[in-house]
Each structure stands twice: as C-alpha cells, then as structure tokens.
C-alpha cells in the first residue's frame, strides 16, 4: 500500500478524538540498498504528548494505530510485512546508533525484535512484521539535517488512473518558490513530483521550509480532488545513509558509502547503455556503474579514463557493484593524443613508411628522424566539481548540489 497515506489517515482518525501529534510526523527513509524493502523503504513515527490525555486515550490511540495498520495494509502480498512499535521513554545514544545503522547497513527483523525488548518498547508485528525496524528507527533517528515534504493524495476511485496535474502549474511553482527543490527534470522534461507507481499519493513536493510548501501547493493545480495531504520532516535529501571510509576494502554489501580512489581502467559502455569502470587503491578495487536511467550524468561518467582520481557518493547493491549517486572529481591525469607534425610550408605530413619518418605532399620536404608529436587535450571535467545524477533518477536520500552547504 502506502506507508505516508496510512500515516496520514491515523493522523487524521487520532485528530478526531481529540487526540493532536506534537510538531509534524516524521518520514524517514532507510538504507536503499537494503535486499528486503519498500520501494521506497521508509519509516514513519510521531508523537503523542502522553501528560495530556488519560490512560484511555492514550489506549485509544494504540487501537486507531493498530486497526489501521490492519485494514489498509495489503497483507495478501507476499512482501509485506507491517510493524508497530510504541516507546514512551528518551531517545538514548544506543537508539540513534539503532537508528543510523538501519539507514546505512541492514538489520534483521530479529536484531530488532531483541533490541525492542531492551529499550522497553511495544511492538505489533505483522505477519513477519519486518516493519518493525523501520519503526525504530524512525522513532530514534537524530535530524540535525532535514528536509520537508508534502504529500497529497488522491480519492480511492482514482489509484491506478492518470494523474490529472496541471504541467505549466508545476513549471510555475518550481519558479516562484525558491526552497522547493527536485520538481522538475527539465532535460529529460520529467515531472519530479508526479509518482510513476498507481499509489494513493498525487503529488509530493520537497522543500527546506513548511510555509515554502504550503505556497507550492497553491500554486500546482490539478483536475481531480485532492483527498487530503500531510506534511513529513523529513531525512531525504540529506546523505544520511553515507558513510564515509578510507579504504575500498572496508565496504560491504548493501552498505552507503563516500570512498575515493582512482580509475583503474577506462569506462566502458555494455548492452542498454550502462557505464562501467574499475574504481581502485592501495587496499582493493570495486565495480563502479552509471546505469541507463542515470541519462546525462553517464556522459560524465565516459569523461574519464585511466588514473583520474574521483570520489565516489552511493552503495553496493546485491550484485557487488558500485551504484554512483554523485561523483567528485579529485585530479585529473593527463589526456593526450599524437599526431604528425606540419612541415615548414604549412601542411600536416604524412607517414613516409615505416621507421621512414614524414613527407609532405605539398612540397615534397621530408623529416626522416622526426616522431609523432604528443598534444594535451584539453578535458571538458573540472578539479574540485561534483556531478549528480539527474532529478529523475536521484534516490530519496541522496543530498542534490544545491543542498550541498546543508547540515
């Protein structure tokens, strides 16, 4: 189903028995390269101020959030597997390092269970219930950098159909509001704030501030009744899920990573347009790939070639390559290319056989001990830039340029 629409629909059930969240719900988003997710693969938390309301409410309030969980979950899918998780004490060190591993490595649904029991805190699993750590994690995830999102979602008899969003109205809004960010992919004229999937969602919008959001969201126009909508702090955006290591051989499987080194051998392109290139040290090597979906940003990948030193932003998936999220260009190595040398009248020469050196058509002239002469070329990448993948196949957490002075 949906994890953002269920939320919201609890919220909105919770506000009708009197029962208010503190400050806005929390949308967190977990290692992408985790082999079991959502597509997505986010958690969702709020919290409930527990001094104002009686035992019953409170009790209240874990039956809405359970019946719901229950009832809007597609619990026939193989692969879905809901949790719920209630903790009412601080949010401790041990709970944030809890909360930083499931966004940049994996836990299991058992390592949770056992780290819920030590904390003291409920848990409802469902099914397997491997939502459950999510759930914790996005109770004790620290947000020192945020963003925001809003999310509007559509009437029921509509999943599934075209979304009926006006286009020029979201070129408009990516305009006038300058702390929205990822609306639009002008070069592949993608719109970045329509899903692709028949969820529930309409539009999302990411943005640094709620009032930002709120004025986006008057100005988008669509054609088709907007149900609801919720605004999420949020961890997209922010490069949470990297970590940053000195060696290529610390790096594991599934895990987010900055790494540098150099390119060992020059990119190569295979079948449907993915990029590949051998990324080394001193301590190992790894696979590196812009895959097709990454359009442009693979152009800058082909940039490169042997002994370019780079640092590399994104995780290992389940095949053991690289996938690049951003790239950093360290130094560059010396591009060069031979040709014959011109002759004294003006004319580039011409091989005059072999080992026999050059001769010029035009004139006649002949240089027999003269060698192809070695011309730099110039590279059209620059020291010190980042390149990012385009808005249309940018990952939830992976922090674009233009944020790049956050957090």
């Known amino acids: 189903m949906c994890t953002t629409y269920l939320a919201c629909s609890i919220i909105n059930q919770l506000n009708e028995e009197g029962i208010v969240i503190e400050g806005h719900p929390r949308l967190i988003r977990l290692n992408p390269f985790a082999k079991f997710k959502t597509r997505g693969n986010g958690g969702i938390s709020f919290k409930i101020d527990m001094g104002r309301y009686s035992n019953e409410k409170i009790e209240l309030a874990k039956e809405i959030i359970l019946k719901n969980v229950e009832e809007l979950s597609q ?8 949790g719920v998780v209630f903790y009412k004490d601080e949010i401790t060190a041990e709970m944030r390092n809890y909360a930083m591993k499931a966004i940049y490595s994996i836990i299991s649904i058992e390592e949770a269970e056992n780290f819920a029991k030590r904390i003291g805190a409920e848990i409802h699993k469902f099914k397997k219930g491997r939502g459950i750590i999510g759930s914790i994690a996005a109770i004790s995830c620290p947000l020192e950098d945020y963003t925001y999102e809003l999310l509007t979602y559509r009437n029921k008899e509509n999943y ?12 408009e809004m990516d305009q006038k509001t300058l702390d929205t960010f990822e609306n639009i992919d002008i070069n592949n004229e993608y719109i970045a704030i329509e899903p692709k999937t028949p969820c529930p969602i309409l539009y999302g919008i990411r943005g640094e501030s709620v009032d930002g959001l709120k004025l986006a969201k008057n100005i988008v126009k669509v054609n088709e009744p907007i149900e609801n909508y919720c605004i999420f702090k949020t961890n997209q955006h922010t490069d949470m899920h990297l970590q940053n290591v000195s060696k290529i051989e610390e790096m594991e499987k599934y895990g987010c990573y900055i790494v540098s080194g150099y390119v060992k051998e020059n990119p190569h392109v295979i079948e449907g ?9 001193d301590s190992g090597e790894i696979e590196a790939a812009a895959y097709e979906p990454t359009k442009e ?16 932003f994104g995780g290992i998936g389940c095949g053991g390559t690289f996938n690049i999220e951003k790239i950093r260009i360290i130094s560059l190595n010396k591009k060069r290319y031979f040709e014959n040398p011109i002759c004294v009248c003006g004319k580039r020469m011409t091989s005059a056989g072999k080992n026999k050196g050059f001769k010029c058509k035009k004139c006649g002239n002949k240089l027999a001990d003269a060698e192809k002469i070695s011309i730099e070329e110039e590279r059209d990448l620059i020291e010190g830039n980042f390149y990012e993948t385009p808005v249309s196949a940018r990952r939830h957490l992976a922090k674009p340029l233009c944020r790049i002075d956050h957090g």
């Open 75 to 82: 619990l026939s899918c193989e692969n879905t597997n809901p």
């Open 160 to 171: 599934g159909k075209k979304r009926l969003i006006d286009k020029n109205s979201v070129y």
């Open 273 to 281: 347009g993915h990029v590949f290139f051998t990324l080394a040290d």
């Open 297 to 312: 940003f693979r152009n800058i990948v082909k940039e490169l070639i042997s002994g370019d030193q780079v640092q590399l």
